[in-house]
């Protein structure tokens, strides 16, 4: 497991065997170790990170990446099968000369580029064709594949790797894939491997649909769509294509992930696979998850696996925390639990004023939480009188105007207001 802390510093904890842990070592880390940070990486600040089967990414904010781990199929892309403990940098001579790179991805023994231009470059293992660039040889190097496929003349904004399998989203919405397509997880009606990229073949009901986040596991792949809706293929033995039942295998083509028993939650805004399992993130800061469960990957307290998404209790949270991101391991969830961010109230002129009453108005934006709101008002800046706004309670992503009525002012006296909004974090309140 990888972390990426707020001051560029990275953490790893786990398996270390092939020193993807990244401090010098092939010891195993049952805590939090910090990543070495003083050769390659030295002066570079990092953004992002991804773990493989056994080798690591960290992508930098110059667009430089760097890697550690196994190495046996070039997964570090430095020209050498040799294993690091430590990070080496990805060679940027060939296919990544004057291109940085925006998001990396890596799974099994691959790994998975965006340049910032929109298009693709991926090094490492490839028997199952999950380089895309039309061989089954492995690269000790990055390749550019952006001419294989109909990858040829498209640019790319997301970029997945499956454990031997690629997906990348396109400029106008649809999902590319290439690779392995052992249980349909390519999507595109076969199981046939793709050593070049084929569309994902989206069924009518899905033509008007915009996908804007993908995820892929072992065998199965999840696509969220600008609606906060999903649809997932693939491999479905656990359940893990959230179609309701597991009475066969794999699924083709997308299907829609059931989310009726969690309607109320939505829109989705995140997705997340594990090897067998998926996760999906919603607006209200809800964690839900399907498939695979035998090691309790799936939070619910209970190693049953499931076959459609259940939002997972936050009981274990404190008062105001909600979770921000999420991802999967081939038998672990991670999920980054934070503070909701603070409800932003607004004061606005007061209108309907005469000698004894006015109208007090505001906007108060509770940026996805629960918002009760107040006015203080008063003839000094010390207010000393409250008065509930209506509506009392706002909740949503977007400024709503509230308003509140006060009567039995003094007549020839100037007062002063603000719009109070009280979120999970405490009160925040606008300007007088």
Known sequence: TLALCADGTLAAWGRNNFGQLGDGSQVDRFAPVAVDLSGVLAGKRVIGMVAGGGHSLALCADGTVAAWGVNSNGQLGDGTDSDSAVPVLVDQS??????????????????????????????????????????????????DIGDFGVLSGQTFTAIAAGEQSGLAISSDGRVAAWGWNSNGQLGDGTTTSRPTAVWVAFPESMASKTVVGIATGYEHSIALFADGTMAAWGENSS???????????????????????????????????????????????????????????????????????????????????????????????????????????????????????????????????????????????????????????????????????????????????????????????GED
């Open 94 to 143: 060939g296919a990544l000369a004057g291109k940085p790179v925006a998001a990396i991805a890596a799974a099994g023994s691959h790994s998975i580029a965006l340049c910032r231009d929109g298009t693709v470059v991926t090094w490492g293992y490839n028997r199952r064709g999950q380089l895309g660039n039309d061989t089954d040889d492995s690269s000790l190097l990055p390749i």
């Open 239 to 429: 359940g893990q294509v959230g179609k309701g039942t597991t009475d066969y295998f794999d699924v083709r083509t997308p299907e829609f992930v059931l989310t009726e028993p969690v309607s109320s939650e939505l829109p989705v805004v995140s997705v997340a696979a594990g090897s067998t399992h998926s996760m999906a993130l919603t607006i209200n800061g809800k964690l839900m998850s399907w498939g695979y469960n035998r090691s309790g990957q799936l939070g619910d307290g209970t190693t049953d696996s499931r076959d459609i998404p259940e939002i997972l209790d936050a009981g274990a949270l404190r008062t105001g925390e909600r979770v921000m991101a999420v991802d999967g391991g081939s038998s672990h969830t991670v999920a980054l639990v934070a503070s909701p961010p603070a409800p932003q109230p607004e004061t606005l002129l007061a209108d309907d004023v005469d000698d004894t009453g006015a109208t007090l108005r505001g906007l108060v934006n509770a940026n996805g939480t629960l918002a009760a709101v107040r006015f203080e008002y008063g003839p000094t800046t010390d207010y000393g009188s409250t008065v509930a706004a209506s509506p009392v309670e706002v909740t949503g992503g977007i400024s709503v105007p509230v308003s509140a009525v006060v009567s039995g002012l003094l007549a020839d006296t100037s007062y002063h207001f603000r719009v109070v909004a009280e979120g999970p974090g405490g009160a925040v309140a």
